[in-house]
């Protein structure tokens, strides 16, 4: 059983599980009971996106980014622990819309989460 993590609105893999939507702001445009149907997610976390004000240090700062990143997420430990602990036993996927993972927070996310003891998909 693993975590994937994933670009939101893309194909779901084979046994990929429910997905949770770790992002700040609904899909623009979609209705929300074609979230699902259209691959972006089945339920909305917006607990592990970024603040609003740290998403825009993203493109100026990366490294500074993160750091903050990581900053907010340790108030929301106890997420990171329950997915963690989900993964054991079941499959699901976190993701976000961002293009390329390694500018985009879902990076930072799974090594939070492969810290946590997460089983995490390749």
Known sequence: M????????SPRGKGEGPRLGTVR????GVKKQD????????????ELAPSAGLIRTALADWKRFSKRYRQEMREREHLLEVL??????????V?????????CHRSVLRELLVEHGARIAV
């Open 2 to 9: 693993t975590i994937s993590v994933v670009r939101l609105g």
């Open 25 to 28: 702001r609904p899909p623009r």
């Open 35 to 46: 979230y699902a149907r259209l691959d972006y997610y089945d339920v909305w976390l917006p």
């Open 84 to 93: 963690a602990r989900l993964s054991q036993g079941s499959n699901f996927a």
């Open 95 to 103: 993701g976000c819309y961002c293009e390329d993972e390694k500018r």
